[in-house]
Structure formats: structure tokens, C-alpha cells
């Protein structure tokens, strides 16, 4: 460690086994893989395509997003490791304003102290919902505190993240604050508690008009949790349910079409796993992971004086475990109204009519043509 003090990125040191290593600062795939976890995190290539499918187009500052001039709020429930709070907020971090230098510099050594650390099985009580954000930090100087409080309603695009459990959220936002001296720290608001105590109440300041424009659901039983969610979620606005297994994406698809639900289900994607730790470090959305690197044999250093015989090595990666994978739906909410009327059609069709994209259709039978059971539902 001493060695490090005081270098610059792409120096060369020594390393316990005196081999040479250089400096150079982390990507994110690299800085989420290798940092530690009290949850499991959705690895970097999976991350990476849950956002491409949310399809995130916030308006820079000084554009005209909407009509009510009103921000580009996305809702994670699941903060866990924070891997995909990360890469949402990345995503988003170019359409919020910058701040001023001295509070940007102020982010990476702000003490934690204000922000209380929770033990391993403290969660919040029930309608009890605590929120962290940037003006949180113990930043030193009173008028930096206010430099935030005032930075943060001037923001377009804002993430809040939610998890049940403070310890998951207390840590997901220093491993944020610690990622590149804090960088995404200000896109994100981080809440501990209940989905319904912290958007049920939003809502209701607003005579429930929604205000999402994105969501992503990532729990064990997303359907327990998802009422306040769609209520919340602005029409044409993105659903994200994110399950390790199919069945429990068929099971959210079902109780949406059962309880009439305004939605519609786009696409379901399966994600790819992964033999390879590296791969999760890389951040692709495909492709072979490779080994490629350049030795010299032992023996043939060039001390008597010889040319050195360079070795090249290229071979596929193999793998020393499975990481990531999983299943990822997307929803799009409707129009109350156009909900409603899908709903009546799903109730007059039968479970044996509904085709395979998963929409209600009238079929014409006829008792005279002959049966075929070979046919899919």
C-alpha cells in the first residue's frame, strides 16, 4: 500500500511477488465485481442490458422535457449492491446540471457521520421511510450543506432507489459515493423502507397524478409490491421486472392480465450467463470473452547477450464460475382507460384462446373441424 501513495495513473510498482503492475483507475464493471457485497449484484453485463431495455433519453438541462417542465424520475426497488443503481445513474447523469467545483471536490472526503449505520437486521418500521441524498453528507462547511440543498430541486433526472433493509442502502451509497470521487452521488436519492410508505404519499401530494417515467422491480415476489408502482408510473412509462426464474415472470405476466392491471408486456429477454468471472468485468453486452497476452519464456531474457523469443498467447477464456443470468420483462403502462378495456376482453376469452405473445384474442371454432393437440398455448 505504501507503494501506491503518491503515484500517478499508469506508474509501475512492485508487487508482493515483485512482479510489475501499473496503476490505472478502475472501470465500473471492474470497481462493482471486485468491491464488497453483503447482497448478490447484478453483474455488469446484465446491468448493462437492463438499461439498454429501459431505453433512457433524459433532456439535457435547458431542454424542454414536457408541458409541466417536470423532472425524468426513475424508481429502483432493490437497491442491494447497488450494481444497477449505478449504471442507471450513469445513464442519467447527463441530464442533471453540474455542480459547483467546490462542492464537487467536497463529495470524495465528506465524512459519513451524519448518516447513521444501521446494524445487519435493522429494517424500517413499517410507514416509516428514511431518505439519504447528497445534502446528507457531513461536507464540513455549512454553506456547502446549503449549496447542496439548493442543487438538488434543480435536478432533470433522478434516480430513487429503494431497499427494505438500511444496512443494503448505507452501503450502496458509499459504494456509489466512493466510485469515481462520487461522481453519480447527486443523480440518487436513496430511501429505506416500504414501496407503499414512500409512494403511496407522493402520490397522494399530488392528487395522484404519477410522476415516473421508469421502474424496475428487483424482488422475489414483484407482484406483492407493484400495485403503487403502476399507480406511480406515468402512461407509456417502463416497467422493469428483473426474476432468476421464467415462472416468476410468467407469474407477474398472469397476475396483470387477472386483476386488470393497466399494462402491457413488450418483450421478455433472457439474459445470458456467464462462465466466466471476467466476463462480468467486461462491459459487453456479447461476445467470447479471450485471453490475449504477451510472455517471454524462461531462459530467454536476453542476459548473454541473445534476442528475446516474445511469446504470444491467445486462447478463449474458460471459465471458473457462473455469474450472472437471469430473466427481464418489460411492461409499458397504458392509459387507464385502455387498460380497462383490455381487461373486459381477457375476461371473455379463455385461458385455451390466448396467443402466444401473451394477448387476448377471439377465436372462431367450428365443432366440425378436426381436433389438433399438438398446438402450443
Not at 410522476?211 to 412509462?237: K, Q, T
Amino acid at each position: 500500500m505504501d507503494a501506491l501513495i503518491g503515484r500517478r495513473m499508469m506508474d509501475r510498482v512492485k508487487d508482493s511477488a515483485g512482479r510489475d503492475v501499473f496503476i490505472y483507475e478502475p472501470s465500473m464493471a471492474t470497481y462493482i465485481v471486485h468491491s464488497e457485497h453483503r447482497a448478490v449484484p447484478i453483474y455488469p453485463h446484465d446491468a448493462n442490458t437492463i438499461v439498454a431495455m429501459m431505453d433512457l433519453h433524459p433532456e439535457r438541462p435547458g431542454e424542454v422535457y414536457d408541458p409541466a417542465d417536470e423532472p425524468f424520475e426513475v424508481f429502483e426497488a432493490g437497491t442491494g449492491a447497488a450494481s444497477l443503481t449505478l449504471h442507471i445513474a450513469r445513464a442519467l447523469h447527463a441530464g442533471n446540471p453540474s455542480l459547483g467545483r467546490r462542492l464537487r471536490e467536497a463529495i470524495p472526503t465528506a465524512k459519513t457521520t451524519a448518516i447513521h449505520r444501521p446494524s445487519k437486521s435493522d429494517e424500517s418500521a413499517e410507514g416509516a421511510v428514511t431518505t439519504t441524498t447528497l445534502a446528507s453528507l457531513d461536507l464540513g462547511d455549512p454553506s456547502l450543506r446549503e449549496e447542496a440543498e439548493a442543487y438538488l430541486p434543480t435536478r432533470r433526472a433522478i434516480l430513487h432507489t429503494l431497499d427494505r433493509k438500511a444496512l443494503h442502502s448505507f452501503e450502496a451509497h458509499n459504494l456509489v459515493r466512493r466510485f469515481r470521487r462520487g461522481i453519480y452521488l447527486p443523480n440518487i436519492d436513496f430511501h429505506t423502507g416500504s414501496i407503499s410508505s414512500y409512494l403511496t404519499p407522493r402520490l397522494a401530494s399530488r392528487n395522484g397524478r404519477p410522476f415516473l417515467s421508469r421502474a424496475v422491480l428487483d424482488l422475489p415476489s414483484p407482484e406483492d409490491n407493484a400495485d403503487p408502482v403502476i399507480s406511480a408510473l406515468r402512461p407509456n412509462g417502463t416497467l422493469i421486472v428483473f426474476s432468476p426464474s421464467i415462472s416468476q415472470i410468467a407469474g407477474f405476466a398472469a397476475w396483470s392480465v387477472e386483476g386488470a392491471k393497466p399494462l402491457k408486456l413488450d418483450r421478455v429477454a433472457e439474459l445470458p450467463t456467464s462462465s466466466s468471472a471476467e466476463y462480468g468485468v467486461q462491459e459487453c453486452e456479447g461476445g467470447r470473452a479471450w485471453n490475449l497476452s504477451t510472455t517471454v519464456p524462461k531462459g530467454e531474457d536476453g542476459e548473454d547477450g541473445g534476442g528475446r523469443r516474445v511469446v504470444q498467447i491467445m486462447r478463449p477464456r474458460v471459465g471458473d464460475r457462473i455469474a450472472g443470468g437471469g430473466f427481464v420483462a418489460v411492461f409499458r403502462k397504458m392509459n387507464e382507460r385502455v387498460g380497462e378495456d383490455a381487461a373486459g376482453v381477457a375476461e371473455e376469452v379463455s385461458s385455451e384462446d390466448v396467443a402466444d405473445e401473451g394477448i387476448p384474442v377471439e377465436v372462431e371454432k367450428n365443432d366440425d373441424s378436426p381436433k389438433d393437440d399438438s398446438r402450443n398455448v
